[in-house]
């Protein structure tokens, strides 16, 4: 069955201090991986797609990284306001996104 | 550009009754999506269209309908509402399958007493 977790749950940090979030998945024929920030009674709002081993892509202090087991979403020198849910999504279908459970991030000022 | 909209944004109803969600996108993607979203549970897919006229079923589709009438719209239909249907539905748009990324609405809260 495929599987995506993501760790931590929940992640504290302070302004200023860099940190990674996770996202393992298990899947035959990967197609694509996706990251997605949600806010508080809103909708996910797309941030990355990446399709293979090796990828690395990156907006303003977000950078996601893919290897063929895991994914990696570097927040560097993280602010207030990069405080959310950051979901990862893989697919393997011409479709469905398989979604983690999230990991809820606050920053600290 | 109005993106994915929602209608309504929070809803209440009695066990027994039904309604209707109503999701429009104005970016003419072909793909369309409904998805529920619990604590604990993430995103689940329930239905999705890929075209005007076409609808299947995703992880969750019991106890929901979906129509696909116009391309910009997708319906999402509860003909008898059930506590566990108590979530947050999701409505999301993309331009193809596959690996583009999908674009979601600002959710509907329901909840079934």
């Known amino acids: 069955e495929d599987q995506v977790t993501q760790s931590p749950e929940a992640l504290r940090l302070q302004e200023g201090e860099s940190s990674s979030l996770n996202c393992s998945y298990t899947?035959?024929?990967?197609?694509?991986l996706f990251w997605y920030r949600q806010d508080p009674g809103k909708g996910p709002e797309f941030l990355f797609t990446l399709y293979s081993a090796g990828e690395e892509k990156e907006k303003e202090r977000l950078k996601a990284t893919l290897t063929k087991k895991e994914s990696f979403l570097h927040i560097t020198a993280p602010k207030p306001e990069d405080s959310a849910t950051y979901l990862c999504?893989?697919?393997?279908?011409?479709?469905?996104?398989?979604f983690g459970k999230g990991t809820s991030l606050l920053v600290t000022p | 550009n109005a993106g994915v909209t929602q209608t309504p944004k929070f809803r209440v109803l009695k066990t027994g009754q039904s309604m209707t969600l109503l999701c429009a996108q104005d970016?003419?993607?072909?793909?369309m999506y409904w998805y529920r979203q619990d604590p604990g549970m993430g995103l689940r897919l329930i239905h999705y269209s890929v075209g005007e006229g076409t609808t299947a079923k995703g992880e969750v589709p019991d106890g929901y309908n979906v129509s696909r009438l116009k391309k910009q719209n997708f319906l999402l239909g509860l003909e008898s509402a059930a506590p566990s249907q108590t979530s947050v539905y999701f409505c999301a748009s993309s331009y193809g399958g596959g690996a583009f990324e999908q674009f979601f609405g600002p959710g509907t809260r329901l909840t079934v007493l």
């Open positions: 970016m003419n993607h072909e793909y």
């Open positions: 899947v035959s024929g990967l197609r694509g």
């Open positions: 999504a893989v697919t393997n279908s011409g479709y469905a996104l398989n």
